[in-house]
T-cell receptor, first 112, second 114 residues
Framework: GDSVTQMEGPVTLSEEAFLTINCTYT??????LFWYVQYPGEGLQLLLK?????DKGSNKGFEATYRKETTSFHLEKGSVQVSDSAVYFC???????????FGSGTQLTVLP | DAGVIQSPRHEVTEMGQEVTLRCKPI?????LFWYRQTMMRGLELLIY????????DSGMPEDRFSAKMPNASFSTLKIQPSEPRDSAVYFC????????????FGSGTQLSVL
């Protein structure tokens, strides 16, 4: 079945550091890929998405590129802020129902 | 827009008791999802509804769990009897897109079964 594998956390960075959170996937068919973010005490919210190979999703300074050849969708940000501290989930959807399959989440803490 | 509203935010109960979690989706959204989040298993889809009808309940762990959606603005997830291994954060999410890919999550219910 479909699955998403994220890099293990937690990740701790200083403010303005470069961020990469790795995500790889296994899926039948041609999935869409997503990053969701969960801030403390809140539910998940969609951060960005990409629907086909070589698409780049971007939002709030975060970017991720759909790499079909490596089945990856790594999340990057050039300069993180304290307010980016959250749990980040990689996800995919495939099949006729397009239901989401989530990764295990990666906790990011940004220190001032 | 008030977003997806869940209640209660926290629930502490004893093993064997009945627990009912509540959810109000965003108005106009026609799909509703219940997820469970634990450290060990991550985020798991329990059940989802489309136009108030249960479509896929294959993620419901066992018969102790049941979910209803009597109308477009309300859903419940019930656990009877509850067990300590049910302790988790339960999220409700809704969507208005046919593909169900863009979900709006509530803040969750933290359930502790002692």
């Amino acid at each position: 079945g479909d699955s998403v594998t994220q890099m293990e956390g937690p990740v701790t960075l200083s403010e303005e550091a470069f961020l990469t959170i790795n995500c790889t996937y296994t899926a039948t068919g041609y999935p869409s890929l997503f990053w969701y973010v969960q801030y403390p005490g809140e539910g998940l919210q969609l951060l960005l998405k990409a629907t086909k190979a070589d698409d780049k999703g971007s939002n709030k300074g975060f970017e991720a590129t759909y790499r079909k050849e490596t089945t990856s969708f790594h999340l990057e940000k050039g300069s993180v802020q304290v307010s980016d501290s959250a749990v980040y989930f990689c996800a995919l959807s495939s099949g006729s129902a397009r239901q989401l399959t989530f990764g295990s989440g990666t906790q990011l803490t940004v220190l001032p | 827009d008030a977003g997806v509203i869940q209640s209660p935010r926290h629930e502490v109960t004893e093993m064997g008791q009945e627990v009912t979690l509540r959810c109000k989706p965003i108005s106009g959204h026609n799909s509703l999802f219940w997820y469970r989040q634990t450290m060990m298993r991550g985020l798991e889809l329990l059940i989802y509804f489309n136009n108030n009808v249960p479509i896929d309940d294959s993620g419901m762990p066992e018969d102790r769990f049941s979910a209803k959606m009597p109308n477009a603005s309300f859903s419940t997830l019930k656990i009877q009897p509850s067990e300590p291994r049910d302790s988790a954060v339960y999220f409700c999410a809704s969507s208005r897109e046919a593909t169900n890919e863009k979900l709006f999550f509530g803040s969750g219910t933290q359930l502790s079964v002692l």
